[in-house]
T-cell receptor, first 113, second 115 residues
């Protein structure tokens, strides 16, 4: 069965600095998608970034980028120039394009002014 | 694109009462999901519809839970004879099967407190 593991329950970063959130997953599939979602204190889950497993190039969205290591089954999220508004729970998720998306337990990110 | 909307946002109910949540998905999305989330945890899959057909239910969904999606548009999630363990955030999400790896988009959630 597919699993998603986020080993960092909490992380902290100084405003304007860079932070990396870790995620590993387990799957026997070769074609799949990986996602990072952000859930601010208001609780709506927002898609941050998406990576297709067949693409070697790491996805980027403005200050957010990923380091996708397919062989290691690792999918980390790097947030550059951290802002106070980045404070939230971040969830790593896995999907095959089928109906089920599996989420990790989340990492709570604190941003210090 | 108006996003996924859920109603009510908050519900407090006494143990043993029935509650119903409504979800309106993004209009062109053919898939609709219900997830449950407790504090400090990631969303857990409950059930999924493709159009009006309920195609998958998690073992988490006991007989007290029922979900419908008449006409493949909005969906309702009903919990009968609520228990304190049902207290959680109930998240609705939608997706289009053929787009962007079936990326799912969430509503703001319905927070249930059973007292």
């Amino acid at each position: 069965a597919q699993t998603v593991t986020q080993s960092q329950p909490e992380m902290s970063v100084q405003e304007a600095e860079t932070v990396t959130l870790s995620c590993t997953y387990d799957t026997s599939e070769s074609d799949y998608y990986l996602f990072w979602y952000k859930q601010p204190p208001s609780r709506q889950m927002i898609l941050v970034i998406r990576q297709e497993a067949y693409k070697q190039q790491n996805a980027t969205e403005n200050r957010f980028s990923v380091n996708f290591q397919k062989a290691a089954k690792s999918f980390s999220l790097k947030i550059s120039d951290s802002q106070l508004g980045d404070a939230a729970m971040y969830f790593c998720a896995y999907g095959t394009g089928g109906f089920k998306t599996i989420f990790g337990a989340g990492t709570r990110l604190f941003v210090k002014a | 694109d108006t996003g996924v909307s859920q109603d009510p946002r908050h519900k407090i109910t006494k143990r043993g009462q029935n509650v119903t949540f409504r979800c309106d998905p993004i209009s062109e999305h053919n898939r609709l999901y219900w997830y449950r989330q407790t504090l400090g945890q990631g969303p857990e899959f409950l059930t999924y519809f493709q159009n009006e057909a309920q195609l998958e239910k998690s073992r988490l969904l006991s007989d007290r839970f029922s979900a419908e999606r008449p006409k493949g548009s909005f969906s309702t999630l009903e919990i009968q004879r609520t228990e304190q363990g049902d207290s959680a955030m109930y998240l609705c999400a939608s997706s289009h099967r053929d787009r962007a790896g079936n990326t799912i988009y969430f509503g703001e959630g319905s927070w249930l407190t059973v007292v």
